[in-house]
């Protein structure tokens, strides 16, 4: 009698927020302490999450998020807040970008 083959699990296993984050719809870094982020028009930024500040003027603010390094680059750009890891940013923003990774070469 033949039996059949096995048929190997070629699923990913996946970790727990994910699973809870594909179930509730709810995105993956946000249930492992990740950043939010609420854009108010285009004049002012709201960020959750923020672990410090590497670059500050007042044309780019680059910002340690969890996971990357949050860039906003502008004009006439200011921190109107900053507390437990929640920064309000205001000014004329042209550019929202995020490098993946810690900080690579912070100023200090």
């Not at 302490?33 to 780019?60: F, H, V």
Request: charged share 30%; glycine share 10%.
């Amino acid at each position: 009698m033949k039996y059949p083959k096995k048929i190997k699990n070629t699923h990913e296993k996946r970790s727990l927020p994910e699973l809870i984050s594909k179930i509730a719809d709810i995105p993956a870094d946000l249930l492992s302490g990740g950043m939010t982020l609420e854009m108010r028009g285009r004049n002012e930024l709201l960020l959750c999450g923020c672990r410090e500040i590497i670059e500050y003027s007042d044309t780019i603010i680059r910002i340690q998020q969890p996971g990357c390094v949050a860039c906003v680059i502008g004009r006439r750009l200011e921190m109107t807040s900053y507390s437990e890891g929640r920064i309000i940013v205001r000014g004329e923003m042209d550019t929202l970008d995020f490098c993946g990774g810690e900080a690579i070469g912070k100023k200090a």
